[in-house]
């Protein structure tokens, strides 16, 4: 207790011992018969000096670790000047240290951000999600119908209420600019109390909103109000128009996570007829809500877990119509928090993991330097050790010095990692929404710190100290390098480790690029650059039947008739960018399904006229639809080439009738084929075989999705279509314009992310790794000047020499690359423990890295070569 | 200070502060002042302890648990800080006297060189 104050009370503390002593020698001197006057000053002399004796009193009273910060302050002095001498050396460490320290505090502070920190809801740590899935027919998300959320919440009671979020788009006009399509959030009543989020301002939709007869009733998110309205205080109580029906904006939500989706507002059911109607309220398997809950005070998540699931199987024995076996349905039970941050923790494990190979490399690199410093100072350490400094003082000397070091690494490294943070927090994004919250903390300092303090730790304590009982004396006298097989051997062991890891990230990396280049080289079987796609929804007002298709038949009449058009269609889907609707089961005349055999299912596309011409599908037989295909004539299909060979591959498909036993499209009908055309993936962008039905847009009514062939440049044409649409309906969105081939790589923008992010790590890797290899030979190179003199003394030829030191860097590499590959595999190995899917590279990425890496250490030891084959003989024969 | 005493003084041998002032603190507790006046008159003023080196030789040995310090009052009716021997500073000053006799003999040995062979 009492080192903690180590100031004032004891300063008092000595001065009243001090004023005790020499009143006691005053006495004494009194007692003797001495003058009391002469006694007082005589006691004082022989005191002697107070303020001197208090000085040397502070030494006594300072903590041991004051003398040792002190005399750790007076190395790092001279540690600077002399790292002054070796600039080169010291830029390069301070360098690799701020590239590995930097990753690290940048992807810990996203890892952080998105994994760790709660939600802003209140008690968020009650807060459920609770999601359908069925994997037997590939959905991971079915999510619930009402049916099914009023059953669960009649049996169960440890979840204290639930709050339902289904996402529709509206046509929106209103709140300025022109009518366009959001995306919004329908909910119930209960919704906002359940998930615990607060209005920022005016009041969110609560029980009162509930039913048919409520108003229309809409809750800005704070993104939208912030972004799109200026944070407008105004805009509670405006009216807007959804689709049919209108609604008054009532508040603006909190800044919050946005799931399930991110909407620019939420409103009420009566927004949306979709809700109130028949189908939504009664159908068991038209499932569009997801579904929150927040747990009952006493409950835990296990028990409500068991509870939801025991329920739902009730419920699912119940209507076993509503759930095919072969779905195999299941409920899925999480905290709220831990499914918002589960699609990213995978891939943020992995770069928390790439972070730290690139800092293992960092620092092996660095110990590399490090090692072949302390070697050149061997004979330094040496007369220190034998002009009496301990272990300790020369370990502090080397302490100070990687203290030194790592501290400007780590200064570095923390101004690297914010606009790192940034980076990866926007890569982030892509499969967290919470990635955008992520800000740079002092989370990223102590990291940083933390970091290079324990790299600090490791160098000092990797060079070799002169033992006192060693012969130092041989190299005291010169000075002069003398490299030891023990430390050339470490030196060799760290490159060759930063090799074998820059290889299993090199390797990682030339995997992901692999998989990119496929993707972008696949073709796809459309025109991808002639072809401008628009969303077109269904208008505002509401139309819909014959009336749209007039529409549809209009615009398309006046968008070819523009200059610069060679055509226009509509169509149901936009390639890549829509999710298209679930695959249905069909009927084929003349195809009799094998016993036990479910019928095939194949995918349903509804297409305008001269769909397939003006997309630069071929066409393989038949005819496409035109405007003679209508509501009253003939049922008319056009199927893909994979359906006509699986359903019928020895005959003509052609004027064969299919049915769709689903009441989907209306009352089953048989529908001719009258066209076949080739096989284009619509939804995934490698191409695999699609089973594709296409319908006339006339015969369906719907379509949504306007195409337009350019003759030259696509976007030049967009203001022009924009117009003709407008004079036509003036509510009409037409918006969201792009090329297929624009399309494509925004959907292909992740894996591009993921190749960049990784290739940018293995380069950072591979940099070092260079640097590296180049070091130990260098140094090795300078330690042997006397070798190579003699050899050519002796009459090697200087490109033997060459070869030589060029082969020692390969060799280097080679060992690393085995133990990449080695450690790699194992590395797997461990990882399909925790990870459902693991990658391990090709031979193709795996080779293209090894030579990478080979051609890298080899042109890294090209320069410590030649300055061995440029040996003077002389000079390198009187050097020791 | 009288010149003629100071001209017969000793200096005191480097590490041999702590012994004396443990060796004076065995007869029982003493204040600073009185440490001084011990050492001084037990060496029949052949040795002078400074005060600059005794107090911070006395807080020195106190950090490191071998004294006690407290304050009381003298025999003189004056208020002062009395140290006292820890058993942890008894079993200190046995060793410091071991390491001093056994550095008395070397040294005796080499300056007065035994006649002949060893016992």
Same mark, same amino acid.
């Given at each position: 207790?009492?080192?903690?104050?180590?100031?004032?009370?004891?300063?008092?503390?000595?001065?009243? =011992?001090?004023?005790?002593?020499?009143? *006691?020698?005053?006495?004494?001197?009194? =007692?003797?018969?001495?003058?009391?006057?002469?006694?007082?000053?005589?006691?004082?002399?022989?005191?002697?000096?107070?303020?001197?004796?208090?000085?040397?009193?502070?030494?006594?009273?300072?903590?041991?670790?004051?003398?040792?910060?002190?005399?750790?302050?007076?190395?790092?002095?001279?540690?600077?000047?002399?790292?002054?001498?070796?600039?080169?050396?010291?830029?390069?460490?301070?360098?690799?240290?701020?590239? /590995?320290? $930097?990753?690290?505090?940048?992807?810990?502070?996203?890892?952080?951000?998105? *994994?760790?920190?709660?939600?802003?809801?209140?008690?968020?740590?009650?807060?459920?999600?609770?999601?359908?899935?069925?994997?037997?027919?590939?959905?991971?998300?079915?999510?619930?119908?009402?049916?099914?959320?009023?059953?669960?919440?009649?049996?169960?009671?440890?979840?204290?209420?639930?709050?339902?979020?289904?996402?529709?788009?509206?046509?929106?006009? $209103?709140?300025?600019?022109?009518?366009?399509?959001?995306?919004?959030?329908?909910?119930?009543?209960?919704?906002?109390?359940?998930? /615990?989020?607060?209005?920022?301002?005016?009041?969110?939709?609560?029980?009162?909103?509930?039913?048919?007869?409520?108003?229309?009733?809409?809750?800005?998110?704070?993104?939208?109000?912030?972004?799109?309205?200026?944070?407008?205080?105004?805009?509670?109580?405006?009216?807007?128009?959804?689709?049919?029906?209108?609604?008054?904006?009532?508040?603006?939500?909190?800044?919050?996570?946005?799931?399930?989706?991110?909407?620019?507002?939420?409103?009420?059911?009566?927004?949306?007829?979709?809700?109130?109607?028949?189908?939504?309220?009664?159908?068991?398997?038209?499932?569009?809500?997801?579904?929150?809950?927040?747990?009952?005070?006493?409950?835990?998540?296990?028990?409500?877990?068991?509870?939801?699931?025991?329920?739902?199987?009730?419920?699912?024995?119940?209507?076993? #119509?509503?759930?095919?076996?072969?779905?195999?349905?299941?409920?899925?039970?999480?905290?709220?928090?831990?499914?918002?941050?589960?699609?990213?923790?995978?891939?943020?494990?992995?770069?928390?993991?790439?972070?730290?190979?690139?800092?293992?490399?960092?620092?092996?690199?660095?110990?590399?330097?490090?090692?072949?410093?302390?070697?050149?100072?061997?004979?330094?350490?040496?007369?220190?050790?034998?002009?009496?400094?301990?272990?300790?003082?020369?370990?502090?000397?080397?302490?100070? #010095?990687?203290?030194?070091?790592?501290?400007?690494?780590?200064?570095?490294?923390?101004?690297?990692?914010?606009?790192?943070?940034?980076?990866?927090?926007?890569?982030?994004?892509?499969?967290?929404?919470?990635? *955008?919250?992520?800000?740079?903390?002092?989370?990223?300092?102590?990291?940083?710190?933390?970091?290079?303090?324990?790299?600090?730790?490791?160098?000092?304590?990797?060079?070799?100290?002169?033992?006192?009982?060693?012969?130092?004396?041989?190299?005291?006298?010169?000075?002069?390098?003398?490299?030891?097989?023990?430390?050339?051997?470490?030196?060799?062991?760290?490159?060759?480790? @930063?090799?074998?890891?820059?290889?299993?990230?090199?390797?990682?990396?030339?995997?992901?690029?692999?998989?990119?280049?496929?993707?972008?080289?696949?073709?796809?079987?459309?025109?991808?650059?002639?072809?401008?796609?628009?969303?077109?929804?269904?208008?505002?007002?509401?139309?819909?039947?014959?009336?749209?298709?007039?529409?549809?038949?209009?615009?398309?009449?006046?968008?070819?008739?523009?200059?610069?058009?060679?055509?226009?269609?509509?169509?149901?889907?936009?390639?890549?960018?829509?999710?298209?609707?679930?695959?249905?089961?069909?009927?084929?005349?003349?195809?009799?399904?094998?016993?036990?055999?479910?019928?095939?299912?194949?995918?349903?596309?509804?297409?305008?006229?001269?769909?397939?011409?003006?997309?630069?599908?071929?066409?393989?037989?038949?005819?496409?639809?035109?405007?003679?295909?209508?509501?009253?004539?003939?049922?008319?299909?056009?199927?893909?080439?994979?359906?006509?060979?699986?359903?019928?591959?020895?005959?003509?498909?052609?004027?064969?009738?299919?049915?769709?036993?689903?009441?989907?499209?209306?009352?089953?009908?048989?529908?001719?084929?009258? $066209?076949?055309?080739?096989?284009?993936?619509? @939804?995934?962008?490698?191409?695999?075989?699609?089973?594709?039905?296409?319908?006339?847009?006339?015969?369906?009514?719907?379509?949504?999705?306007?195409?337009?062939?350019?003759?030259?440049?696509?976007?030049?044409?967009?203001?022009?279509?924009?117009?003709?649409?407008? #004079?036509?309906?003036?509510?009409?969105?037409?918006?969201?314009?792009?090329?297929?081939?624009?399309?494509?790589?925004?959907?292909?923008?992740?894996?591009?992310?993921?190749?960049?992010?990784?290739?940018?790590?293995? /380069?950072?890797?591979?940099?070092?790794?260079?640097?590296?290899?180049?070091?130990?030979?260098?140094?090795?190179?300078?330690?042997?000047?006397?070798?190579?003199?003699?050899?050519?003394?002796? $009459?090697?030829?200087?490109?033997?020499?060459?070869?030589?030191?060029?082969?020692?860097?390969?060799?280097?590499?080679?060992?690393?690359?085995?133990?990449?590959?080695?450690?790699?595999?194992?590395?797997?190995?461990?990882?399909?423990?925790?990870?459902?899917?693991?990658?391990?590279?090709?031979?193709?990425?795996?080779?293209?890295?090894?030579?990478?890496?080979?051609?890298?250490?080899?042109?890294?030891? *090209?320069?410590?070569?030649?300055?061995?084959?440029?040996?003077?003989?002389?000079?390198?024969?009187?050097?020791? | 200070?009288?010149?003629?005493?100071?001209?017969?003084? &000793?200096?005191?041998?480097?590490?041999?502060?702590?012994?004396?002032?443990?060796?004076? &603190?065995?007869?029982?507790?003493? %204040?600073?002042?009185?440490?001084?006046?011990?050492?001084?008159?037990?060496?029949?003023?052949?040795?002078?302890?400074?005060?600059?080196?005794?107090?911070?030789?006395? %807080?020195?040995?106190?950090?490191?648990?071998? &004294?006690?310090?407290?304050?009381?009052?003298?025999?003189?009716?004056?208020?002062?800080?009395?140290?006292?021997?820890?058993?942890?500073?008894?079993?200190?000053?046995?060793?410091?006297?071991?390491?001093?006799?056994?550095?008395?003999?070397?040294?005796?040995?080499?300056?007065?060189?035994?006649?002949?062979?060893?016992?």
């Amino acid at each position: 207790m009492r080192r903690r104050n180590p100031g004032l009370p004891r300063i008092n503390d000595l001065d009243d =011992e001090i004023r005790a002593h020499i009143a *006691l020698s005053v006495k004494e001197r009194i =007692e003797r018969g001495e003058d009391p006057e002469a006694a007082r000053r005589a006691a004082l002399k022989e005191f002697g000096n107070v303020a001197l004796t208090r000085d040397s009193m502070r030494a006594v009273w300072r903590p041991r670790w004051f003398d040792m910060a002190e005399a750790l302050a007076h190395d790092i002095r001279i540690a600077m000047r002399s790292l002054r001498h070796v600039k080169g050396l010291a830029i390069t460490v301070v360098v690799t240290l701020a590239l /590995g320290i $930097g990753a690290n505090a940048a992807i810990f502070s996203v890892v952080r951000g998105v *994994l760790l920190r709660p939600l802003v809801n209140r008690d968020e740590d009650r807060l459920i999600y609770i999601r359908q899935s069925g994997p037997g027919i590939g959905s991971e998300n079915m999510t619930f119908s009402v049916p099914e959320v009023n059953d669960l919440k009649s049996r169960v009671r440890t979840i204290a209420a639930f709050g339902d979020f289904s996402t529709v788009d509206f046509a929106m006009v $209103g709140l300025g600019g022109e009518p366009r399509m959001v995306k919004a959030g329908v909910v119930g009543g209960s919704f906002f109390d359940v998930m /615990g989020l607060r209005p920022v301002l005016g009041r969110l939709l609560t029980a009162r909103d509930d039913g048919a007869e409520a108003e229309g009733a809409a809750v800005l998110t704070y993104r939208f109000w912030s972004t799109a309205l200026n944070s407008d205080p105004s805009v509670v109580g405006k009216t807007i128009r959804l689709g049919e029906r209108s609604a008054t904006v009532v508040g603006v939500l909190e800044p919050s996570v946005p799931y399930p989706a991110d909407t620019e507002i939420i409103a009420n059911v009566v927004t949306s007829p979709h809700h109130l109607g028949a189908t939504m309220v009664t159908n068991r398997t038209h499932r569009m809500t997801e579904l929150f809950g927040r747990l009952a005070p006493g409950a835990s998540l296990d028990a409500a877990r068991a509870e939801l699931t025991a329920a739902y199987a009730a419920i699912v024995r119940a209507h076993p #119509e509503a759930y095919s076996a072969k779905a195999n349905v299941q409920l899925k039970v999480a905290r709220l928090r831990d499914q918002i941050a589960s699609p990213a923790r995978t891939i943020l494990l992995v770069l928390l993991a790439a972070a730290a190979v690139v800092f293992v490399i960092a620092s092996s690199n660095v110990a590399n330097l490090i090692l072949a410093r302390s070697v050149r100072r061997e004979g330094e350490l040496a007369v220190r050790a034998a002009l009496g400094a301990g272990h300790g003082a020369l370990r502090r000397t080397l302490l100070a #010095e990687s203290l030194v070091l790592c501290g400007a690494g780590a200064v570095l490294g923390v101004l690297l990692a914010r606009p790192l943070v940034a980076m990866v927090a926007a890569y982030a994004a892509r499969f967290s929404v919470r990635a *955008l919250e992520v800000r740079v903390d002092g989370s990223v300092l102590w990291v940083g710190a933390g970091l290079a303090i324990a790299a600090a730790v490791l160098l000092a304590y990797v060079p070799r100290l002169p033992s006192p009982n060693a012969p130092a004396g041989l190299g005291l006298a010169s000075g002069s390098v003398r490299i030891t097989p023990g430390t050339n051997r470490r030196l060799r062991l760290f490159a060759t480790t @930063q090799i074998a890891f820059s290889f299993v990230l090199l390797a990682g990396a030339g995997m992901l690029v692999a998989t990119l280049v496929t993707m972008q080289t696949a073709s796809t079987g459309y025109d991808m650059r002639h072809v401008l796609a628009f969303d077109m929804p269904a208008p505002a007002t509401g139309v819909g039947g014959a009336k749209t298709v007039d529409f549809y038949r209009e615009a398309t009449r006046r968008l070819e008739a523009l200059p610069g058009v060679e055509g226009a269609s509509v169509a149901s889907n936009v390639p890549w960018r829509d999710p298209g609707f679930v695959t249905m089961q069909f009927v084929v005349e003349g195809y009799r399904a094998a016993d036990g055999e479910e019928n095939p299912r194949a995918r349903m596309r509804i297409v305008g006229p001269r769909f397939f011409s003006v997309l630069g599908v071929p066409l393989l037989a038949g005819r496409e639809f035109t405007d003679e295909d209508r509501s009253s004539s003939e049922l008319v299909v056009i199927v893909s080439r994979s359906f006509a060979q699986r359903l019928f591959p020895n005959a003509e498909a052609l004027n064969r009738h299919i049915w769709w036993p689903d009441s989907y499209l209306g009352k089953p009908a048989p529908r001719r084929i009258v $066209g076949i055309v080739g096989d284009v993936d619509d @939804q995934h962008v490698v191409q695999e075989p699609a089973m594709t039905v296409y319908h006339p847009v006339q015969q369906i009514g719907l379509a949504g999705r306007l195409f337009v062939r350019a003759a030259g440049d696509p976007y030049a044409l967009v203001p022009a279509v924009t117009r003709v649409i407008r #004079e036509i309906s003036a509510d009409q969105p037409v918006e969201r314009a792009a090329t297929l081939e624009d399309v494509r790589a925004a959907v292909l923008a992740p894996e591009r992310l993921n190749a960049f992010v990784f290739s940018g790590f293995a /380069g950072i890797a591979l940099l070092i790794a260079v640097v590296g290899v180049a070091g130990v030979l260098a140094f090795s190179v300078s330690a042997r000047t006397r070798e190579f003199g003699i050899r050519l003394a002796v $009459g090697s030829a200087p490109s033997h020499l060459l070869a030589r030191v060029v082969s020692e860097g390969v060799v280097i590499a080679a060992i690393g690359i085995a133990a990449g590959v080695t450690g790699g595999y194992a590395l797997a190995a461990i990882a399909t423990k925790f990870f459902a899917r693991v990658e391990v590279p090709g031979a193709v990425p795996m080779a293209g890295a090894a030579a990478v890496l080979i051609g890298a250490a080899a042109i890294a030891s *090209l320069t410590p070569a030649a300055r061995a084959s440029r040996v003077d003989v002389m000079q390198a024969l009187r050097s020791e | 200070m009288a010149k003629t005493s100071d001209d017969r003084r &000793l200096e005191l041998l480097q590490g041999t502060l702590d012994m004396l002032i443990l060796r004076t &603190l065995q007869w029982g507790p003493q %204040h600073g002042h009185g440490i001084g006046q011990a050492i001084r008159t037990q060496s029949d003023d052949l040795l002078k302890v400074e005060t600059g080196s005794l107090y911070p030789a006395l %807080h020195r040995l106190e950090k490191r648990g071998w &004294l006690k310090s407290e304050w009381a009052i003298s025999e003189a009716n004056q208020r002062a800080k009395y140290y006292r021997l820890t058993s942890a500073g008894k079993a200190q000053l046995s060793r410091e006297q071991d390491r001093w006799s056994q550095l008395v003999t070397a040294i005796g040995r080499i300056m007065n060189p035994a006649p002949a062979g060893k016992e």
